[in-house]
């Protein structure tokens, strides 16, 4: 079992930043692929970005490359998302995930445990 918390979220700016973590606790994290994905109101939930067990191998969302930055320290057992040139549209429920590293990274069946979520809201 692996216990996720994110952190990070709030209000800000068309064009400003956040910066989310999230923080694991349970079985290894370093075996785990990582994987942050957001529900708007009304829209089903979308991967954002994902990260290898390794953190040799990312995955981005058409919508938040170069944006967004997703990373991670196995040694704190927290990924983390910057978010960069924030857009009205980036408003969403932001949610945390792993699974186990040999399913895709940009699947959401690949995921098996998840956070509460952390709201973030761009105004413009």
């Known amino acids: 079992q692996v216990q996720l918390v994110e952190s990070g979220g709030g209000l800000v700016q068309a064009g400003g930043s956040l910066s989310l973590s999230c923080a694991a606790s349970g079985r290894t994290f370093s075996i785990y692929a990582m994987g942050w994905f957001r529900q708007a109101p009304g829209k089903e939930r979308e991967v954002v970005a994902s990260i290898s067990w390794n953190g040799r191998i990312t995955y981005y969302a058409d919508s938040v490359k170069g944006r967004f930055t997703i990373s991670r320290d196995n040694a704190k057992n927290t990924v983390y998302l910057q978010m960069n040139s924030l857009k009205p549209e980036d408003t969403a429920v932001y949610y945390c995930?792993?699974?186990?590293?040999?399913?895709?990274?940009?699947?959401?069946?690949?995921?098996?445990?998840w956070g509460q979520g952390t709201q973030v809201t761009v105004s413009s």
């Open positions: 995930a792993a699974g186990p590293p040999h399913r895709p990274l940009d699947k959401h069946y690949t995921y098996d445990y």
